[in-house]
């Protein structure tokens, strides 16, 4: 069997991690089994279209780099993969449900509806369509009226590759809209016809869809078609971990993290990560060990709890683990605009040194700005260091007097600055927690930077000595 996957948002607004988790796992599944994969917009509820929002899912597709083999903007052998635009296909298929006697017009007002589940409610019983059915539906207006499709209640078993078996009993089956009143068809009908039609052999979506499963597997039978294999994560849980990911919860458009300078690997790592592991401690992988070692078999039953903290974290592990020249190209647009200045040799050099404090790329200015000017002097980095603070003024200023002194007859070569700062270690009987944290603060206007020598170094004699006098002046 020729695997076949889909990943089919409506285009209702922008993608946050819950939602392109879905589509990580179904991308997944098909490059490990040399199979397809497919993006299908469902559009067929226009009141809640959002502008853009098919333009914006393909761009999230592509900056994540989840290739899909078909699509609206690629097209295939089972186009068109807007459901907008296939609107004649729903329409046959329905015409042959009321030819099998499965669909009927449903001539019901939205008043009697209500009565009927009103009377439900006060009998205290669960309202079922199908027991309202009318004896002598009128012909089906295409267009006009709704179309429902007639179910033949039953009992259910399947199983899912995530949730295992589950099962329903025939009172959780009713007969249901197929085509609305506005000629579009519901995701209940559309789905199924889509999937087969583009010969889906696995479909992955989210668990409130679980509940709906013996409704379709009736219509599946009706059709006389063989349903796909279902596998059905759990839901990416909000920060609290007692409800779904949602954007009320801050869930960020994925775009979001990207502009931020998150990487795409980092972020399929932590979102595979989300209710998967290999069955070892392990928490970092890049793309081709995902495609090597992932299971869809092995995600687990239960939700998986969205903590950004992890994400930044995974991110920063990501970027460490990137090759300079990789992470040049990554970086570029990045740049302070102070650093257009300077040579790519030198950029280079200030990106290796800083490489391992970047938690994300958008970070970049903040962490390299006092490699390419001279900052203003913030009398709060001494003032709200404990141990800088203890001390008054002119111990300062007698201690920045001696490393000036040093670093003026250093030749700024890395060994031979480290020799200094040893050597004022020992002439001001001074701990590294205070001479190297006040010689820190006058050369770069920051409470932490890379391993002070480095930092010197790259700065250059010239400028370190004049921070240094501004620093002792300003005291």
């Known amino acids: 069997m020729n695997l076949r996957t889909r990943f089919a948002p409506s285009p209702t607004g922008y993608l946050h ?106 009998n205290h019983q669960p309202f079922l369509y199908r027991n309202h059915r009318p004896d002598h539906p009128p012909a089906w207006v295409y267009a006009k009226l709704p179309l429902r499709f007639k179910s033949e209640p039953k ?77 059905t994560p759990p839901p990416v849980l909000g920060p609290s971990g007692n409800k779904k990911l949602s954007k009320r919860d801050g869930a960020k458009d994925i775009l979001n993290y990207i ?9 399929i790592n932590f979102m595979a990560s989300l209710g998967w592991n290999d069955g070892t401690t392990k928490e970092l992988f890049s ?35 990137l090759p300079i020249e990789e992470l040049e190209l990554r970086a570029e647009r990045f740049w302070p605009p102070e650093a257009a200045k300077f040579d790519a040799d030198y950029r280079c050099r200030v990106l290796s040194l800083i490489q391992e404090r970047l938690k994300y790329l958008a970070e970049l200015p903040s962490l390299s700005l006092y490699f390419f000017v001279d900052l203003p002097i913030d009398p709060d980095l001494i003032n709200n260091n404990a141990k800088l603070s203890a001390l008054n003024h002119e111990t300062l200023k007698s201690l920045l007097k001696q490393t000036l002194e040093q670093l003026d007859s250093s030749d700024f070569s890395l060994s031979d600055l480290n020799l200094r700062l040893n050597t004022l270690l020992q ?28 930092s010197l170094e790259l700065i250059g004699k010239e400028r370190v000595l004049r921070r240094i006098t501004q620093q002792i002046e300003s005291l």
């Open 259 to 267: 502009e931020e300078g998150f990487l795409p690997d980092a972020l």
């Open 155 to 231: 009992d259910y078993a399947w199983h899912d590759m995530i949730m295992g078996d589950l099962s329903a009993k025939a009172d959780a089956i009713d007969d249901f809209v197929l085509i609305k009143s506005d000629g579009y068809p519901t995701y209940n009908f559309a789905h199924i016809v889509d999937d087969y039609e583009m010969q889906i052999s696995h479909v992955i979506r989210g668990q409130e869809f679980i509940a709906s499963t013996p409704n379709y597997l009736n219509l599946y039978e009706a059709l006389n078609i063989e349903h796909p294999t279902f596998a």
């Open 427 to 454: 002439l001001t009987n001074q701990p590294p927690a205070v001479l190297f944290s006040l010689i820190r603060i006058a050369t770069t206007q920051a409470v932490a930077s890379p391993q002070l020598a480095d």
């Open 287 to 321: 793309r081709e060990e995902l495609l090597k070692t992932f299971s869809i078999e092995r995600v687990g039953k239960s939700g998986a709890r969205f903590d950004e903290k992890r994400l930044i974290w995974m991110n920063g592990a990501h970027i460490r683990q």
């Open 17 to 122: 991690v819950g939602s392109i988790r879905t589509a990580l796992f179904a991308w997944l599944l098909a490059r490990q089994k040399g199979g397809q994969f497919i993006l299908r917009i469902e559009d067929t509820d226009k009141s809640r279209e959002v502008q853009g929002s098919i333009e914006h899912i393909i761009t999230c597709l592509n900056e994540l780099g989840l290739d899909y083999d078909e699509g609206p903007d690629k097209g295939g052998p089972y186009g068109p993969y807007r459901q907008s635009e296939r609107l004649d296909i729903y329409r046959d298929w329905a015409l042959a449900l009321i030819k099998l006697g499965r669909a009927y017009a449903d001539p019901l007002s939205p008043e009697q509806l209500a009565e009927y589940h009103d009377q439900a409610a006060k």
